[in-house]
């Protein structure tokens, strides 16, 4: 009996522990989904590079993320669809042609980009799952961005992207 007792606090324990984010994760909401990350971690990587990454943008008077009304305005409902394929956009075509001949700046990047492709997997769950409707509203303001990134070169749109994270993350945390 008293074995019992011990095996279900222990059990309350790990499935409360299981429960909590990790150091210096926050669990985000977008619609149906909620998603740890470390948000900390993405965003002092991104900073130890940013200067060097923004340098190597010739266009500046183009943006991605920034287009009028492309991540402004979308609605609790679209913010699953629009941030599940956000972020396969830059796992998939973002952090692939970001390379430079800086090891340091390389190795960030690959911290980012695992970061972002931890973040993928659980955000791909909620998609299968049906907990990520994705209505014609984010369906538009992707295309938006994808269009933007395509109208340049591959390794010009790529680094004006990740150039770009700033936006993005700003964004999640106010829809935070």
Sequence with gaps: MRGSHLFLCLFSMSCW????????????????????????????????IKANIQSRDPIRSLSILSHPHS???VKTSDRC???????????DKV??????????VNRKISSIANSFLSVRRRLGQCHEQNN???????TE?????????????????????????DILLDWMEKSH
Excluded: W
């Excluded at 989904?33 to 991104?46: D, K, L, P, Q, W």
């Excluded at 952090?95 to 340091?104: A, G, P, V």
């Excluded at 990520?132 to 984010?138: A, F, T």
């Design 17 to 48: 522990v299981n429960l909590m984010p990790t150091a210096g994760n926050k669990i985000f909401h977008f619609g149906a989904c909620r998603v740890s990350m470390s948000m900390t971690e993405i965003r002092s990587g991104f900073t130890a």
């Design 71 to 73: 991540l402004h305005k």
């Design 81 to 91: 669809c629009i941030t599940h394929h956000l972020f396969d956009f830059y796992v």
């Design 95 to 104: 952090f692939k042609h970001c390379k430079t001949e800086d090891s340091f």
């Design 132 to 138: 990520c409707v994705c209505g014609e509203e984010s």
């Design 141 to 165: 303001k992707f295309n938006q961005i994808l269009a933007n990134y395509e109208g340049l070169n591959v390794t010009s749109a790529a680094m004006k992207s990740l150039g770009e994270l």
